[in-house]
């Protein structure tokens, strides 16, 4: 496994090539004498900084994800968070209302409390080995959903039992920056952001991202991702 200053140092990569193009976008709208020019410019603006937001939390979180598969960590050892978002297979045996116990299946197609105990009973035979394997996180523990909104974020940060109540401080601007982004990336042409409004959506994304970097450095170093 990379060591947590060689994951921050990637994220950081990462997060300065991002913060560089939403810098140069803007800089180009206010050095520009055409009015158009500058209406077109703070609208890519928007959608530029929205893009980079979710993009760098997708690949911040999934880095993470990268760092803890890399331990091989037993599942008696990680945290209840990293289990639960491992076991995702096991828990769809239990869930899967069409797995059926094979002697009964003929005779008692139709008793879904039955069906439900022999995936219950399943479930629990297998929970021992399950405990024993390492964990091993899926791809889509991260989950953008095409739009991340504050509680999108949130959800994304409870799978993996990293910090998720801090982003409401954030709340109102991330929507509000998704909002617009939304309106003008679906044809709104009316959707002209101020000066002041693009600084404020800027501040509240590269606050975001900075928050994702060290919550997630913050983990490694702390051992966030092993049972107490």
Not at 178 to 188: K, M, P, Q, S, T
């Amino acid at each position: 496994m990379n060591s947590p200053e060689e994951i921050f140092r990637q994220i950081e990569d990462d997060r300065a090539v991002r913060e560089r193009e939403v810098r140069l976008i803007g800089n180009a709208a206010r050095r520009t004498e055409s009015q158009a020019e500058r209406d077109m410019l703070f609208r890519a603006s928007v959608i530029l900084t929205y893009a980079h937001l979710e993009g760098f939390c997708r690949f911040a979180l999934l880095a993470y994800a990268s760092a803890i598969n890399s331990m091989k960590l037993s599942c008696n050892e990680a945290s209840f968070a990293l289990v639960a978002a491992s076991l995702t297979k096991l828990f769809g045996a239990l869930r899967h209302p069409q797995s059926k116990h094979k002697f009964f299946v003929r005779a008692l197609p139709d008793d879904a409390k039955l069906h439900l105990t022999a995936r219950e009973r399943e479930f629990v035979e297998n929970l021992e080995g399950a405990m024993r394997s390492n964990v091993e996180l899926p791809d889509d523990v991260v989950d953008t959903e095409s739009n991340l909104s504050s509680v999108i974020l949130m959800k994304n940060l409870y799978r993996l039992g990293l910090n998720y109540p801090v982003v409401e401080e954030q709340n109102s601007q991330i929507n509000k920056l998704l909002g617009i982004r939304n309106a003008i990336a679906h044809g709104d042409g009316l959707k002209v952001p101020k000066s002041d409004e693009i600084d404020s959506y800027v501040s509240t994304a590269f606050g975001v991202m900075s928050f994702i970097q060290t919550e997630i450095f913050n983990a490694l170093i702390r051992g966030a991702y092993r049972r107490p």
